[in-house]
């Protein structure tokens, strides 16, 4: 069991680094070098997060109609590959811009595009094959391997990026991102080698259409609480993505080198408060766990909002370790709670609507910060009190989510679901009566 959690903890570590030039030094050399609006940027790359709706299609699609034998594995090829390229592009899309600002727009629209479905079919796929090999009882172990994994792969991810780009230039940052790409590549193909058992005799499911799965989804009060909760957490531990090394160099007049090397000290971080709360998990509930994510997210808002002011790097590395502090029990705590609510023969229908929270949990946290950034940044002086601006809200957002997430009950999601499925299959069996009548 080791060895699967393992492959799957390269998978989703292969897609995770495709993101992490796209998110920690393309979006500031966009932003800040070439000084292209904030919010602009967000839309640029906001297709993997447009597209995430499709999560729930692709999870009920593959739970009903395996493809050789195989639920997920095709899928996650086809979203590896699509990312691998994407990032590959990326590069091109800088150099482009001051160019020719339309044609590197178009090619941007394209790329991330490209990225942005390959993100889609990929995380669904692996998720709901972590969901079924590891069972109720070792979730929590595959979740915390997964997330190890894929922070270690982050952190060397951007440790290497920062070396290759000391000197930047075009050509430096185009070498860097293909071999990114590559090595993704490499983990997600490793990884997949005998992870799923091949089964012919798969039979589908057509006892419920796409509209029917939706509806299931939005029916069941327990399900729409927690995309509420999702949404607004990860809106704020993943909106800050976009503009956190920006405002490193605004504020303190940090390089690329250094700005990247700021997902390093993040990442380390996560990995430490990762296998920390792996330990407290077994003592302590999920939601006790996620509560304190929260609460130390918003501490580490208030701090890096306040560094800009005050000029202290200090009061903003430590704003940074306490969201690495933060995202570590968010993430064991709110991915367990994802893979706990699902029902058996409809896993990728559940983690499909969790996944398309994560997506426009992104999409929003960042595109509201964004544009609160850029909406203030029109005011006279006002050099920093824009980005202040933007981490303010995101933890507002958090303290929302809190509110959330005491309506929040796993045991109850259950009970209304398996309540519908009888309802639903009740119905089933009087219109096939009626039909033969």
């Known amino acids: 069991m080791l060895i699967k959690r393992i492959q799957i903890g390269l998978i989703h570590a292969a897609v995770a680094i495709t993101l992490v030039p796209i998110n920690s030094t393309l979006n500031r050399i966009l932003i800040e070098d070439l000084g292209i609006a904030a919010t602009l940027v967000v839309l640029l790359f906001s ?27 095709p899928s996650i090829i086809a979203g590896l590959i699509l990312c691998v390229i994407g990032l590959m ?58 997330f190890f994994i894929m922070i270690v792969s982050i952190i060397i991810t951007a440790a290497s990026l920062s070396r290759m780009l000391v000197d930047y230039s075009p050509e430096r940052l185009q070498s860097a991102f293909t071999i990114v790409a590559l090595a993704a590549l490499f983990l997600g193909l490793v990884g ?27 029916s069941n009060r327990q399900v729409l609480t927690f995309f509420v909760y999702l949404v607004l957490m990860l809106a704020a531990i993943l909106g800050q993505d976009v503009l956190l090394e920006p405002f490193a160099a605004r504020a303190f007049g940090l390089p690329v080198e250094a700005t990247t090397r700021i997902t390093s000290i993040w990442g380390g971080v996560f990995l430490v408060s990762l296998v920390a709360t792996g330990f407290l998990e077994n003592r302590v509930p999920k939601l006790t766990i996620a509560r304190l994510a929260s609460i130390l997210g918003m501490i580490a ?56 929270a994560n997506a426009f949990a992104r999409l929003l946290g960042s595109l509201v910060t964004a544009a609160v950034r850029d909406l203030v940044d029109m005011l006279p002086n006002s050099a920093l009190f824009g980005y202040a601006s933007a981490f303010i809200v995101l933890g ?42």
């Open 89 to 146: 592009l990326a590069a091109q899309v800088a150099v482009l811009l001051p160019q020719n600002f339309w044609l590197g727009l178009g090619l941007g629209v394209l790329t991330f595009g490209a990225w942005g479905m390959g993100f889609n079919l990929a995380t669904v796929s692996y998720f709901s094959l972590a969901s079924e090999i590891s069972g109720e009882g070792g979730r929590s172990k595959t979740t915390a391997t997964m």
């Open 396 to 437: 507002a957002f958090l303290g929302i989510s809190l509110l959330m997430l005491r309506r929040v009950d796993v045991q109850t999601f259950k009970t209304d679901s398996t309540n519908q499925r009888s309802a639903d299959d009740f119905i089933e069996r009087v219109a096939l009566v009626n039909d033969g009548g």
């Open 47 to 73: 297709p993997p997060y447009l597209f995430s709706f499709i999560q729930v299609a692709i999870g009920s699609f593959s739970d009903r109609h395996p493809i050789l034998g195989f639920r997920r594995t």
């Open 192 to 218: 997949l080698i005998r992870l799923e058992k091949r089964n012919i005799h798969y039979a589908a499911d057509r006892r419920y259409s796409l509209g029917s799965a939706w509806h299931e989804i939005r």
């Open 301 to 356: 808002f208030g701090l890096v909002a306040m560094s800009g002011f005050v000029g202290s790097q200090t009061l903003f590395y430590l704003g940074v370790i306490l969201l690495g502090m933060a995202t570590g029990p968010a993430t064991v705590s709110n991915l367990s709670l994802m893979l706990d609510m699902t029902i058996p023969g409809k896993v990728g229908l559940f983690i499909g609507a969790w996944g398309s």
